[in-house]
C-alpha cells in the first residue's frame, strides 16, 4: 500500500527536508552552470537545475531565479548586460560545479574560487565554462515576477552553441547528451549520470510505437 503524505505532515518537516522532498518529486531536472558578468567586469558563475526549453521558433529558454534575498548576483547581472552563458556540467567538475551554489560575496570571481575556467570568446562579453562540452549564449528577453514564491523566470533568446567537435548532432538535430556526459540532478545535491533509453517515431493516434530509425 502506497504512503500517503499530506500537506499538513510535509508543512511541519524542518525547512530543508520540505524543500528537498518536494524538489525531488518533479524528477530529474536538466543541471548546467550560468556564466554573467557584473557592473565591475567580474565574472560569475552559478549552477542552476530548473533551466526549461520554451520554445524553438524563436529559440527560448527559461530558468527560474530563486527570491533575491537568496540569489541576488545572477539576476542582477543578467538585468545590467543583457546576456549570459549555460554551460552543460559533466562528472569530471561536479564538486566544483556544486560549490558554486555557495554564497559567495558579489566581489567573487566563482571560477576562481572553485577553480573553474572562465573563456570569454571575440565579440562576447559573458564568460563560458571552458570545461563545458556544450554551452550556449542566451540574450534577456523578459523577466517574470512570481508573486507567489517571490521568484523571477527569466526568459532568454538563443544567440549562439558551442559544442564539442566530437558530439555533432544527428541528421535530425539530436543532442546525444548522454555521450556528452551532461549530468541531471534531483532533489537539492544528488547528480546523476544519463543513459538513453531509445528513441521512437513520432507518436499518431491508432498506430503502433514504433523506434526510430538510427540518426547519424
Given at each position: 500500500m502506497n504512503k500517503y503524505f499530506s500537506l499538513a505532515e510535509i508543512q511541519s518537516w524542518s525547512r530543508f527536508t520540505?524543500?528537498?522532498?518536494?524538489?525531488?518529486?518533479?524528477?530529474?531536472?536538466?543541471?548546467?552552470?550560468?556564466?554573467?558578468?557584473?557592473?565591475?567586469?567580474?565574472?560569475?558563475v552559478a549552477v542552476f537545475s530548473n533551466i526549461v526549453h520554451l520554445g524553438a521558433d524563436p529559440a527560448l529558454?527559461?530558468?527560474?531565479?530563486?527570491?533575491?534575498?537568496?540569489?541576488?548576483?545572477?539576476?542582477?547581472?543578467?538585468?545590467?548586460?543583457?546576456?549570459?552563458t549555460v554551460n552543460h556540467i559533466h562528472p569530471s567538475f561536479v564538486e566544483k560545479a556544486h560549490q558554486t551554489s555557495a554564497k559567495y560575496p558579489d566581489e567573487v570571481n566563482?571560477?576562481?574560487?572553485?577553480?573553474?575556467?572562465?573563456?570569454?570568446?571575440?565579440?562576447i562579453n559573458v564568460p563560458f565554462v571552458k570545461e563545458s562540452t556544450i554551452k550556449y549564449l542566451l540574450s534577456?528577453?523578459?523577466?517574470?515576477?512570481?508573486?507567489?514564491?517571490?521568484?523571477?523566470?527569466?526568459?532568454?533568446?538563443?544567440?549562439?552553441?558551442?559544442?564539442?567537435?566530437?558530439?555533432?548532432?544527428t541528421?535530425?538535430?539530436?543532442?546525444?547528451?548522454?555521450?556528452?556526459?551532461?549530468?541531471?540532478?534531483?532533489?537539492?545535491?544528488?547528480?546523476?549520470?544519463?543513459?538513453l533509453i531509445d528513441r521512437y517515431d513520432y507518436a499518431k493516434p491508432g498506430i503502433p510505437v514504433q523506434k526510430m530509425a538510427t540518426k547519424k
Open positions: 520540505r524543500a528537498n522532498f518536494i524538489n525531488t518529486l518533479t524528477g530529474f531536472k536538466s543541471l548546467s552552470l550560468i556564466g554573467t558578468v557584473n557592473k565591475a567586469g567580474e565574472s560569475n529558454i527559461g530558468f527560474v531565479n530563486r527570491p533575491l534575498a537568496a540569489a541576488p548576483h545572477t539576476l542582477a547581472n543578467i538585468k545590467s548586460n543583457g546576456f549570459y566563482e571560477f576562481t574560487e572553485v577553480g573553474l575556467t572562465e573563456e570569454y570568446l571575440d565579440g534577456l528577453k523578459e523577466i517574470i515576477p512570481i508573486a507567489l514564491n517571490a521568484t523571477y523566470l527569466v526568459i532568454g533568446q538563443l544567440e549562439k552553441v558551442l559544442i564539442d567537435p566530437s558530439l555533432k548532432p541528421s535530425d538535430g539530436f543532442l546525444h547528451l548522454d555521450q556528452a556526459g551532461s549530468i541531471s540532478s534531483n532533489g537539492l545535491d544528488a547528480y546523476y549520470k544519463t543513459e
